[in-house]
């Protein structure tokens, strides 16, 4: 059975960072592109970063884009999501999830199947 479970959420001031952290069970993490997306409340869920298969490259939207950086480590069946420089705008649920068959990263709900269920961050002073 296929799970996706993310942590490292909490509450920080403005400035702050936070790593979150996708643990992967259930399926061969190495064969797997991972995305993070977020959702604010009122909000659609928007793609925030995507790692590809071993790491070969990694994309980010616009608003993260030299403050977040995605990793993982495959032998810890782990990906991560370092978020710096964190501002009220970052306030949301973030989800990690399983790039689709077609393997390729794009910050679009469609290409990704399997979802984990959250972890909050809020940016507040």
């Known amino acids: 059975q296929t799970r996706l479970v993310e942590s490292g959420g909490g509450s920080v001031q403005p400035g702050g960072s936070l790593r979150l952290s996708c643990v992967v069970a259930g399926l061969p993490l190495n064969y797997y592109a991972i995305g993070w997306f977020r959702q604010a409340p009122g909000k659609e869920r928007e793609g925030v970063a995507c790692?590809?298969?071993?790491?070969?490259?990694?994309v980010y939207a616009d608003a993260v884009k030299g403050r977040f950086t995605i990793s993982r480590d495959d032998a810890k069946n782990t990906v991560y999501l370092q978020m710096n420089s964190l501002r009220t705008e970052d306030t949301a649920s973030y989800y990690c999830?399983?790039?689709?068959?077609?393997?390729?990263?794009?910050?679009?709900?469609?290409?990704?199947?399997?979802w984990g269920q959250g972890t909050q961050v809020t940016v507040s002073s």
């Open positions: 999830a399983t790039v689709g068959p077609t393997g390729v990263c794009r910050l679009r709900q469609d290409y990704y199947d399997y």
């Open positions: 790692i590809e298969k071993r790491g070969d490259s990694s």
